[in-house]
């Protein structure tokens, strides 16, 4: 139980193009899920909080109107970086909670990486 | 700022030893505690959660937390070489829902 996926995988995308993630809880109902970036040789550092049906809070210092996150249903939440630039490239990954078992335990998404060119 | 450290190593433990890792954590409020394990290129897989004092364990490892101290440590038994990985404490600063990392700690078990 507890799985969460995410796609793509993988995008190489252009400089000032947009890109959408999906993230999925596939066997569980998640009315929150979070985006971590992870830069080569650093930790995860938290994005933002993804609620379902509301808006998504953002961690200081990540812009909001560039890092669009929706959260439609209570198995996905889509983040879409808008006019990507090379410094974008990272590692996106999503988490959720399965509150049916420990409501503290975050599962991770197998995470997109991201080439900006 | 609330912080998560850990030694980034590499810890280089032999086959079959127990391998301990450290981490401290600046957030008097924070109330659970967690290590994942991460393979390059790949995405945490939770290892253990901890949420009070004490000793907790599963198959061949052990969570250790000490709040006083701020202080979580994780004891991976009979180490084998699948465990070589990069070890993440993360924790849930008060009043917080997303994960606080470190940096990680990167194991080598030798066989």
């Known amino acids: 139980g507890a799985v969460v996926s995410q796609h793509p995988s993988w995008v190489i995308c252009k400089s000032g193009t947009s890109v959408k993630i999906e993230c999925r809880s596939l066997d569980f109902q998640a009315t929150t899920m979070f985006w971590y970036r992870q830069f080569p040789k650093q930790s995860l550092m938290l994005m933002a909080t993804s609620n379902e049906g509301s808006k998504a809070t953002y961690e200081q210092g990540v812009e909001k109107d560039k890092f669009l996150i929706n959260h439609a249903s209570l198995t996905l939440s889509t983040l879409t970086v808008t006019s990507a630039h090379p410094e974008d490239s990272s590692f996106y990954i999503c988490?959720?909670?399965?509150?049916?078992?420990?409501?503290?335990?975050?599962?991770f998404g197998p995470g997109t990486r991201l080439t900006v060119t | 700022q609330k912080e998560v450290e850990q030694n980034s190593g590499p810890l280089s433990v032999p086959e079959g030893a127990i391998a301990s890792l450290n981490c401290t954590y600046s957030?008097?409020?924070?109330?659970?505690f967690f290590w994942y394990r991460q393979y390059s290129g790949k995405s945490p897989e939770l290892i253990m959660s901890i949420y009070s004092n004490g000793d907790k364990e599963d198959g061949r490892f052990t969570a250790q937390l000490n709040k006083a101290s701020q202080y979580v440590s994780l004891l991976i038994r009979d180490s084998q070489p699948s465990d070589s990985a990069t070890y993440l404490c993360?924790?849930?600063?008060?009043?917080?829902?997303?994960?606080?990392f470190g940096k990680g700690t990167h194991l080598i078990i030798q066989p």
């Open positions: 993360a924790v849930n600063p008060g009043g917080a829902d997303g994960l606080t």
């Open positions: 957030d008097r409020g924070s109330q659970s």
């Open positions: 988490s959720a909670r399965d509150l049916s078992g420990d409501p503290y335990e975050q599962y």
